[in-house]
């Protein structure tokens, strides 16, 4: 089955930048979708169709898909971004859905 | 606003069968636009996909689940079910009901706020 690999933690200080990877055998030609769970939380959708936000999600996140990896990035991070954020793809050989292991954003 | 509510017991006995409802509201199953699924996250694991149901009845499951897992939808109550049979320690989680689209719309954009079943004696 198809496997989606993200690193566990990631770090980074208030205001800057931060990117999460998501990486798979040639993700670039799927469709990659982004979720945001935080502590006793549903996941939340974040990101659709690789860079599609649904309303209400802030402009400040952001995704891209080529190749073997597709990224979230998330400009100014605040305090309020700390969370586990999930990718999500639709694996058409076995018709699943299918998610990494989820990063955990830390806010410095 | 759609709001997907699940309920069942939260403990459940290994060897026996988990079953859980999940209730839609602020949408109609019937409506035929989105599929509804069951997914499920162990305390500190990832995100699991364990199956989904169509408004016709259809499904389709995990392969890594298929063997113990039913999926049904009763549209005239806008709910659809879970039961995963022969449940063991590896089975306690929380449960979620979601939804996503059809026709490649395959990214869950709502989703119940879970449900914590136990598997123990």
């Known amino acids: 089955s198809y496997v989606l690999t993200q690193p566990p933690s990631v770090s980074v200080a208030p205001g800057k930048t931060a990117t999460i990877t998501c990486g798979g055998n040639t993700i670039g030609s799927k469709s990659v979708h982004w979720y945001q769970q935080k502590p006793g939380q549903a996941p939340v959708l974040l990101i659709f169709?690789?860079?599609d936000r649904p309303s209400g999600i802030p402009e400040r996140f952001s995704g891209s898909n080529s190749g073997n990896t597709a990224n979230l990035t998330i400009n100014r991070v605040e305090a309020g971004d700390e969370a586990d954020y999930y990718c999500?793809?639709?694996?058409?050989?076995?018709?699943?859905?299918?998610f990494g292991g989820g990063t955990k954003l830390t806010v410095l | 606003q759609v709001q997907l509510q699940e309920s069942g017991p939260g403990l459940v006995k290994p060897s026996q069968t988990l079953s859980l409802t999940c209730t839609v509201s602020g949408g109609s199953i019937s409506s035929g636009s989105h599929y509804w699924s069951w997914v499920r996250q162990p305390a500190g694991k990832r995100l699991e996909w364990i199956g989904r149901v169509y408004s016709d009845g259809s499904t389709t499951y995990s392969p890594s689940l298929k063997s113990r897992v039913t999926i049904s939808v009763d549209t005239s109550k806008n709910q659809f079910s879970l039961k995963l049979s022969s449940v063991t320690a590896a089975d306690t989680a929380v449960y979620y009901c979601?939804?996503?689209?059809?026709?490649?719309?395959?990214?869950?954009?709502?989703w119940g706020q879970g449900t914590l079943v136990t598997v123990s004696s």
């Open positions: 999500q793809v639709w694996d058409s050989n076995s018709d699943c859905a299918v």
């Open positions: 169709y690789d860079s």
């Open positions: 979601a939804r996503h689209g059809v026709a490649s719309l395959f990214y869950f954009d709502y």
